[in-house]
């Protein structure tokens, strides 16, 4: 068949009109029939979506609410078993802090001894101060759990429509539109009309009484369903608001089903409106036809020329009044002139000029996209030249620096001091740090420590912590992981570098273990205000290795060092040993002689105490381990029934009784003996016993092993009032002889060093406590023990308010002695005393170091003697073997005032 060759006119005449009738044609049928079910269809889902994503927002917000609180929750029970007052006062200011940053938790508060919780409450109206009306509440609630017990809880008000920030209306600017929040007891929580708040959901939406809503939207799929509500069809949208350990809460959105059809309305009009179009088309079409033939043939013309390449821009033809032709037109010029400029920049890439910049006409411009790569490649080679040469710098670099740092470790390897500080002078210098400290470890002691052998340009408060254990701050972390630390974001205060114009918190920190075979021999830290390029941090850890390796020779160096030192001193003092040793062993023939017949002694005393007293033996932990027949016919229980029970089984005990028998034993942990009386309900007989309580300890140790109990039956005394006044007196007579026992049976057990030390002891006459008092108030009086005054001051600001500090402490406990105080603040009172001055004293010997000054040893040596001597007394005290604190009083008195001229002395 022959083919027939028609014009473009023609051609375009038959192809676009008989093209668009067809489509048109169909288009118009299939969307008449389809459009509606569609777009309804399409409506809802878009309904369900949102519905969902608004109920998701509004779970989101009571989510990060409930967080809140239950992080707060879990707080406050580490509180629980504090006193109810520090407690309360804590409490308060986490609870203060957590409302100042969380203003939409309104009267956030926290109640102790609650059995049950719930995560949310019914809604309430309430007024509150920042709005005119009132407002619909709710309150959110976490349990604190102590011991997997509920025993208070933490909760808050929130404001019910601050949930619904950021709500996505289903159909916007639509007045009908309903939003409800409803309860799962089926009130509603929220509504846009204020009037609908806080009343049942069936009051306004019957529909809701059909429905099982909670279990229709419980895989999260919101539900869509029709009613009719006065007459018009509505739709309804549901979804559930999800809350963490209560029944969900349902969203509800109503609209007016019409608003849905609108859709279809439009689409039928968009359909009218095509067909018309068409119509003008078809004529336009046949208008323009003749003229787009003549202008296609010029451009056709043009085209030959460019392909002969003619690409002179003066071959188009000019503007024309048809868009579509002037379009070809133009992306002809586009043509002709991208060809253009893309000679030009193959002329500048020859040149070598890389920045040269050019654009391709389009993503398929082949020709401008692979002169642009081949330009982006040779930018790319010359740029990887570039970093290879930075590269092999760094390397270079590294390489200069290792064998620099060999030669330091190879020369100054004679003491760790010496060789910390010429490895850090050289490190901080070699890789640009402000500051630096070297820590080593010293795993002479039972616990290993990192010692700070050496420090540049570290501020004073961070010299004063030289020694880190394992674990301990970053120091110790570093050791204990075996891991190098590098940080930019520093904690406040941690580190600061200082110079002649002040200080400021460094930017970057890097701590490097120096590790060999799996063991740590040192920390090196160091502290920049620029933060270290990797190259850096991995060239001290490459020269960290070989650190480690020559710390570990010089200890050995120096450890072998000192036992030949040792092994000459012990070779000197052998000779002199064996005449010593000779003494030695008859003494201890004659200590063997002496303590069997303490044995024998101590039989007898235990024979007697059995025989008329209660004794019970107990582990530290308060299992009774062993009991004797005394105890087992008060109880009218076998021996073995005894053994294994607990201390505190059988006892009748109130709350503040409890707390006090806790703290004895707490006491006895620690080696101090304690006594009380207990109430015991066997088989609902009482029982009634005055006990005294010895922990036993191993000779020349401190830690007891076992807790011995000597008890006196007083049932009768407490049962009988006739007879209070003689069974207090027999009492007190049978105490006494229980003390004296104790005594001798501790004193059986004492080695001959501390049999030495008494003698020693009784050997020194002490005063009366009498005489005590009477020296004391001639020393004293009745005024403040220390009244700090300007003579007091010696210049040095920081000493001068630590040491006044020690007087207002010296002065408390004082003030605690004379008004009779309880002995748990009296103690307390002592314990603080004791632990300020050890931290001052630790800051006066850090200054006397770092200012270079002598008579350290001096000061150490009044230091220890101070401590030690209110240390001695708190034992004795808490032991009740001393009644007054006027010799001690005195004491510190006395050494303040001499420290106080020794301070000025040293200001000078």
């Known amino acids: 068949m022959k083919k027939v060759k028609m014009s473009i006119r023609t ?110 409450s019914e809604p309430f109206t309430e007024k509150l101060q920042t709005r005119i009306t009132p407002s619909l509440m709710t309150t959110i609630s976490a349990p604190i759990v102590h011991n997997e017990e509920t025993v208070g809880v933490v909760s808050s008000n929130i404001v019910i429509d601050s949930l619904l920030t950021g709500f996505i209306d289903i159909v916007p600017t639509l007045e ?94 968009s359909t009218l409106l095509l067909i018309i179009s068409l119509i003008i088309l078809c004529v336009t079409t046949f208008l323009l036809s003749t003229k787009i033939s003549k202008s296609l043939k010029t451009i056709n013309a043009a085209l030959v020329d460019v392909s002969d390449g003619d690409i002179k821009n003066d071959n188009v033809l000019a503007d024309t009044p048809l868009t579509d032709i002037n379009n070809i037109n133009e992306s002809l010029k586009s043509v002709i002139s991208g060809l253009i400029k893309a000679a030009e920049f193959s002329e500048q890439i020859g040149r070598g000029n890389l920045d040269s910049e050019f654009t391709a006409l389009s993503e398929n411009d082949k020709l401008g996209n692979a002169l642009i790569n081949m330009r982006n490649d040779l930018r790319q080679n010359e740029e990887e030249n ?49 500051q630096g400290a070297i820590y080593v470890l010293d795993d002479t002691g039972d616990e290993p420590i990192y010692e700070m052998t050496s420090a540049i340009a570290y501020d004073r408060r961070k010299f004063m912590q030289k020694r880190f254990a394992v674990g301990e701050d970053l120091v110790g972390r570093c050791a204990y992981e075996h891991k190098t630390i590098y940080m930019t974001d520093i904690p406040e205060n941690y580190i600061t570098i200082t110079s002649g114009m002040g200080g400021a918190t460094a930017s970057a920190l890097l701590l490097v273990p120096l590790v060999i075979e799996d063991k740590v021999f040192g920390i090196i830290e160091l502290a920049s205000f620029a933060k270290l390029e990797e190259y850096k941090i991995n060239f001290v850890e490459k020269l960290a290795e070989s650190i480690a390796s020559t710390i570990s020779t010089v200890k050995v160096n120096e450890r072998t060092n000192e036992l030949l030192k040792q092994s000459k001193v012990q070779a000197e003092e052998l000779a002199s040993q064996e005449e010593e040793m000779r003494q030695n062993m008859e003494e201890l023939q004659a200590t063997q002689e002496e303590a069997a017949r303490r044995d024998n002694e101590t039989s007898s005393i235990m024979k007697v105490i059995n025989q008329q007293l209660v004794v019970v033996e107990y582990d530290t932990d308060g299992n009774i381990t062993n009991a004797n027949a005394a105890m087992s016919e008060l109880l009218n229980m076998p021996v073995d029934s005894i053994i294994g029970q607990k201390a505190d089984d059988g006892l009748d005990m109130n709350a503040e009784q409890r707390r006090n028998y806790t703290q004895m034993w707490n006491d006895l942990r620690r080696g101090i003996s304690g ?125 001068d308010g630590q040491r006044q500090q020690l007087a207002t402490l010296a002065n408390t406990l004082y003030t605690a002695f004379r008004s009779a105080k309880s002995k748990k603040e009296m103690k307390e009172s002592l314990r603080s005393l004791i632990d300020f001055a050890s931290y001052h004293f630790g800051s006066v010997e850090s200054y006397i170091d770092e200012s270079g000054l002598g008579g350290k040893e001096s000061f150490k040596a009044d230091f220890d003697n101070f401590i030690a001597k209110l240390e001695l007394f708190q034992k004795l005290y808490v032991a009740g073997k001393v009644k007054t604190a006027d010799s001690l009083m005195l004491y510190v008195s006395n050494w303040l005032k001499a420290y106080t001229e020794k301070i000025k002395e040293l200001s000078k």
């Open 386 to 434: 570039a970093k290879r040469k930075i590269e092999d710098e760094k390397v270079n670099w590294a390489t200069l620096g290792l064998a620099k740092f060999a030669e330091i470790l190879h020369t100054d390897n004679q003491s760790i001091n010496d060789l910390s500080y010429e490895i850090l002078r050289n490190l901080i210098k070699y890789i640009d740090v402000n």
């Open 11 to 120: 051609r375009m005449m038959l192809s676009i009109l008989l093209t668009s009738v067809v489509t048109f044609s169909f288009t118009t049928f299939y969307c008449a029939s389809k459009s509606k079910k569609l777009i309804k269809g399409k409506s809802e889902d878009l309904a369900a979506s949102q519905t969902l994503e608004n109920a998701d927002m509004i779970s989101a917000k009571i989510a990060s609410y409930a967080a809140t609180l239950n992080a707060l929750a879990t707080t406050y029970s580490s509180y629980y078993s504090t006193d109810e007052d520090e407690r309360r006062f804590i409490v308060d200011g986490i609870g203060r802090k957590v409302s100042n940053s969380n203003p939409d938790l309104i009267k956030l508060s926290c109640e102790w001894y609650v059995d049950e919780v719930l995560p949310i």
């Open 675 to 799: 006594s009380t009386t207990s109430h015991i309900v066997n088989n609902g007989v009482d029982i009634w016993l005055a006990e005294t309580y010895t922990p036993i300890t191993e000779p020349l140790e401190t830690k007891p092993y076992k807790i011995v109990k000597i008890g006196v039956n007083i049932t009768e005394r407490m049962s009988a009032k006739k007879a209070i006044v003689e069974l207090e007196k027999l009492s007190a007579s049978k105490d006494a002889t229980i003390a004296e026992l104790e005594e001798k049976l501790n004193n059986s057990q004492n080695t001959t060093v501390k049999e030495s030390a008494k003698k020693t002891e009784k050997a020194t006459a002490k005063p009366s406590a009498a005489d005590e008092t009477a020296e004391f108030n001639a020393e004293v009086g009745e005024q403040p023990l220390i009244e700090w005054t300007a003579d007091c001051e010696s210049g040095i600001a920081e000493f």
């Open 176 to 269: 009908q539109e309903g939003i409800y929040i409803v309860t799962n007891k089926g009130t509603i929580a929220y509504s846009k009309n204020n009037s609908e708040w806080n009343i049942p959901v069936i009051n306004i939406l019957p529909i809701y009484n059909r429905y099982d809503f909670a279990n229709i939207t419980k895989d999260r799929k919101p539900a869509i369903l029709e009613f009719k509500n006065n007459g018009d069809d509505m739709i309804l949208c549901a979804s559930s608001i999800k809350i963490d350990g209560s029944a969900p809460w349902i969203l509800l959105i109503t609209a007016p089903k019409d608003i849905l059809a609108q859709s279809s309305t439009i689409s039928i009009i």
